[in-house]
């Protein structure tokens, strides 16, 4: 299949393991050149052999913490400027804890505000000039079907996620 990803520069956060890991597989075999992002270097210096050896691409590991706002604006602009732009910004992030509504604190719901929402608002802040420059570009949020049907316990995963889907809405219609 060819999507026509030649060329293009694509960002991955939480590409380690899991979906974001994944999806940066199926980006660069589609040809685009791959920046995955994650805490564990060890485990993203792994997924980025892995994926070269699939691929045949080259792919940039660089550790980020997205819950922490000067780690994830330092992965960003240090990918922008190895490239000169971003075309493609895949926002990921692991999911704050299940729980009951009344065994959450402040502390759990500022880390789901952190890890969850404001990741990807910054994320996507952050490389809208790099897009905008190049004409356009594409920001992807992985989220969970939670904020379609409800999962048990889901209060903070839930309540920050559909925060994201209303971001994402309204920055498509800007």
Known sequence: ???????????????????GKAIAKALSAEGA?????????????KTAVEIEQLSGNKVIAMSV??????SLSAFLQSAAEKYGR???????????PFDAF?????????KALALTLLSFVRASRQVLPYMKAAGGGRI??????SVKSVLAHSVLPTSM??????????????
Do not use: C, F, W, Y
Not at 35 to 45: A, H, P, V, Y
Not at 140 to 145: D, E, M, R, V, Y
């Open 33 to 45: 050149t791959v920046i995955i992002g994650s805490r564990n270097k060890d485990e993203l210096d």
């Open 1 to 19: 299949m060819d999507l026509q990803l030649k060329n293009k520069i694509a960002v991955v956060l939480a590409a380690s393991k899991g979906l």
């Open 102 to 110: 009344e065994h959450l604190d402040d502390e759990h719901s500022q």
């Open 86 to 96: 971003i075309d493609i910004l895949l926002n990921n992030a692991g999911g704050p």
């Open 161 to 174: 996620r559909m925060g994201v889907v209303g971001m994402a809405k309204l920055l498509a219609d800007e």
């Open 140 to 145: 992807i949020n992985i989220i969970s079907g």
């Open 65 to 70: 913490d997205v819950s922490d706002k000067d």
